[in-house]
């Protein structure tokens, strides 16, 4: 059944929120897909992925993030979901620590939250 309005109607901008730390790749080819589905319908994403390749971090020669880089990282992350419109989750978010405090920020802001 195709619906009668477009997801970009409910929200102009989503945050990609998913497990990242411990998985191949970072994950990045999961938010990179997200990502690209969901453009397609005209919304904005911001994507941590993307992000953390702007910042030089590369799933393939940088370890873990640990320390500073990490609080750095989960500061931003933060302030992209207080940002958005709403929330996407991943596949797999519940057994990721930062995915599970973007959740519960997003629902403590009252965002839309959705679910791959």
Known sequence: MKADYSPAEIVKSVYLAGPMRGIEDFNF?????AARNLREFGITVISPAE???????????????TGEQLRAAILWDLKQVANCDGIYM???WENSKGARVEHALAVFLGKVICYD
């Open 51 to 65: 992000h953390d390749r702007e910042c030089g971090i590369d799933a393939v020669s940088t370890p873990e993030l």
């Open 29 to 33: 080819p999961a938010f990179d897909l």
């Open 90 to 92: 991943l596949h797999g």
